[in-house]
């Protein structure tokens, strides 16, 4: 009764924050067109004649007047049996809506109509000019003409490998770049050492690892990085095949509680998560792989009982799981079927998965832990009801943004903007609804490099985030502009260089303030 009072209590209560409503971002784009639309018309005429138009007052309000990306049906009403035929049904419609809807925003955004005709002189009006090899693997599917054009090509991103647009996974060098230069080489060389070594120096492969981790060998850097594999060499093929092993004991002995009443709501929240993970991304929608999402979240839920399942963790797993993949696929594993693996190799990935995926979560939760005695956090606060361990992480962030940035701190509360409207996604899903998902594989080399890189360094991380689009913040004057800015941030052409950037300022950041008491108080 009181779990059953608590979940109401979510529902209706608009000040807590959470997940139970998803928001946009980067993997998540709206799928209202009227809603894009809108939003689209009223940039364009920002340099037009002022208007009066309604402005929500509060966030309540806006959210209010806002379609959720996902709300296509109450979940509540529909029945459990007939759940999983009808979410597959939905995650093609999904996925293919998205991604149309991507393509076309982005055109509209980048590429003024005027400036498209001037260019393209007599040909058809309905032209659509294009930017990368995804969007004209998409837009061949359609009936429209599509060209390059001069212009075009002028007010392109600077010259650099082109990074295809929609949902990329593989980094940079494994898409279409140059070879590998000289510097990359050798870099490579020295990662291969170290790996081979009988006794690997973890403190100089973290050192190597800080600016980014070589994708030939990611995957057994990644397992020694987050202490699933020890530095012994001559130890890890039996601690792999034992983990193994403990995991799919888990597997017989748990797996089939799932339809057991107190298991129900774990199993069915999960069963709703698992096709709203990466929906642009054809690996994630093939049945199989779902299946393995689902063993591997219910088996860390029942291993966790404080916590249980918290929405937003199913995104967690993806990073691993794509490059325990990569080891077995020479080829972009993003449209890859993983039926062609055989059942020991898919085996193997699932299970590294789960314990990889353990040692990041136990490893935020032991550091809770330690805050415990000062900050009066639980070690599950993190991820339990309400969430109090990222509230109190929000609230970090904000802190730290009004000593970086008082303008932009001000901005956001002339416009009654709270950073738990944007921030609370940030750290909850670690900006993976942010960026695509090869750049969270780049981020995470260092956060698995850093020392509590995916707890304390993941804050200077999202105050340097949010300090990048400070142009494009204080250009917004309403607070409708803001909240459909900061959760529709324009990071879909982003790639390592990017990212570098992004942890280089995060990095002086947290040189400057974290252990200055005068400047932050942590």
């Keep these: 009764m009181a779990a059953e009072s608590g979940r109401q209590f979510w529902k209706r209560s608009a000040k807590l924050p959470g997940s139970i409503q998803p928001v946009y971002g980067a993997q998540h784009p709206p799928l209202d067109s009227r809603l894009t639309k809108n939003f689209i018309k009223d940039r364009s005429k920002a340099t037009g004649l002022p208007m009066k138009s309604k402005k929500a007052s509060s966030f309540h309000e806006f959210a209010r007047s806002t379609s959720d990306a996902w709300d296509i049906g109450d979940d509540e009403d529909e029945d459990f049996s007939s759940s999983s035929s009808s979410l597959q049904t939905l995650n093609s419609k999904v996925a293919k809506a998205t991604a149309a809807q991507v393509l076309e925003n982005h055109s509209k955004l980048r590429v003024k109509p005027e400036r498209c005709q001037a260019a393209l002189g007599d040909l058809p009006t309905n032209c659509k000019v294009i930017k990368s090899s995804s969007e004209a693997q998409l837009s061949r599917t359609s009936e429209e003409a599509c060209v390059r054009s001069p212009l075009q090509k002028q007010q392109s991103l600077p010259l650099r490998p082109v990074i295809p647009l929609v949902a990329r996974i593989s980094d940079q060098n494994a898409s279409g770049a140059p070879p590998m230069t000289v510097r990359e080489k050798t870099r490579l060389e020295k990662f291969r050492q170290l790996l081979s070594s009988h006794n690997t120096d973890l403190d100089e492969l973290r050192k190597c690892s800080w600016p980014?981790?070589?994708?030939?060998?990611?995957?057994?850097?990644?397992?020694?990085l987050s202490g699933y594999l020890p530095a012994n060499s001559e130890r890890r093929k039996l601690t792999l095949q034992r983990k193994r092993e403990e995991y799919f004991g888990f597997i017989q002995q748990y797996y089939d509680s799932r339809n057991e009443e107190h298991h129900q709501d774990t199993y069915r929240q999960i069963h709703i998560d698992i096709p709203r993970t990466n929906p642009l991304i054809p690996l994630f929608q093939q049945p199989l792989v779902q299946e393995i999402f689902e063993r591997i979240l219910f088996i860390w839920a029942i291993r966790h009982p404080a916590s249980g399942y918290v929405q937003g963790i199913n995104d967690l797993v993806t990073p691993f799981f794509v490059v325990f993949l990569?080891?077995?696929v020479e080829e972009d594993v993003e449209n890859f079927d993983v039926t062609n693996l055989s059942q020991d190799v898919l085996r193997s990935i699932e299970a590294d998965s789960f314990w990889c995926m353990s040692k990041l979560l136990d490893g935020i939760q032991l550091l809770v832990k330690l805050l415990s005695l000062t900050q009066g956090l639980s070690p599950q606060d993190n991820y339990t009801f309400a969430q109090p361990g990222i509230q109190k992480k929000v609230k970090a962030l904000e802190e730290l943004v009004s000593r970086i940035d008082e303008q932009v701190h001000n901005h956001f509360r002339k416009y009654e903007v709270e950073y738990l409207q944007f921030a609370f996604r940030w750290m909850n899903n670690l900006l993976m609804r942010e960026l695509?998902?090869?750049?969270?594989?780049?981020l995470w080399d260092t956060y698995q490099s850093e020392p509590e890189g995916f707890s304390h360094f993941h804050l200077y991380v999202c105050?340097?985030?949010?300090?990048?689009?400070?142009?494009?913040i204080l250009d917004?004057?309403?607070?409708?502009?803001l909240l459909m800015l900061l959760q529709n941030?324009?990071?879909?052409?982003?790639?390592?260089?990017?990212?570098?950037l992004l942890l280089a300022e995060a990095y002086r950041l947290k040189?400057?303030?974290a252990d200055a008491p005068n400047h932050y108080r942590r």
């Design 212 to 224: 980014g981790v070589p994708r030939e060998v990611r995957p057994v850097t990644w397992r020694l």
């Design 326 to 328: 990569s080891e077995h």
């Design 436 to 442: 695509p998902l090869r750049c969270t594989i780049r």
């Design 463 to 472: 105050a340097a985030f949010l300090i990048k689009w400070r142009k494009e």
């Design 476 to 481: 917004e004057e309403d607070f409708q502009g």
């Design 489 to 500: 941030l324009p990071t879909i052409h982003w790639g390592n260089e990017e990212i570098g």
């Design 511 to 513: 040189y400057m303030f």
